[in-house]
């Protein structure tokens, strides 16, 4: 089974790499966002950009750090042998879907919803 061992030890390595890229941009965003930590412009056109770019950058942070939690979860998996098996379902989660989404834990299918 020594290529099976290889390859969690590369699925591991890829999910590790994309989550620490993700704690990465979480981080910036987190600068991003105590810089802007200057009082709001007095003109309303340029307060109203203030507050837009303060919102999508709270959006890309959580949207990290829900990433990092599947990521979390999709190593718990791997680690316990069910890396791969939909969640809901219990088929294997084709191989492409994974190349795309390595933390999928549900199938096409179940994923839908
Ligand atoms: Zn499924």
């Known amino acids: 089974m020594a290529t099976e061992a290889r390859s ?3 699925i591991r390595k890829r999910l590790l790499t994309r989550r620490l890229e993700l704690q990465q941009r979480g981080s910036r965003v987190g600068q991003d966002l105590s810089r802007q930590l200057d009082p709001l412009s007095s003109d309303a056109g340029d307060r109203a950009i203030q507050l837009e770019n303060d919102e999508s ?3 890309i942070g959580e949207a990290a750090v829900s990433e990092i939690e599947d990521i979390d979860v999709a190593l718990d998996r791997l680690e316990r042998g069910y890396y791969g098996i939909c969640k809901v379902c ?3 989660i084709a191989p492409a879907r994974l190349a795309a ?4 834990s549900t199938c096409q299918e179940c994923g839908r919803s």
């Open 8 to 10: 969690v030890e590369q």
């Open 57 to 59: 950058l709270h959006a």
């Open 90 to 92: 219990g088929d294997e």
């Open 101 to 104: 989404v390595p933390q999928a």
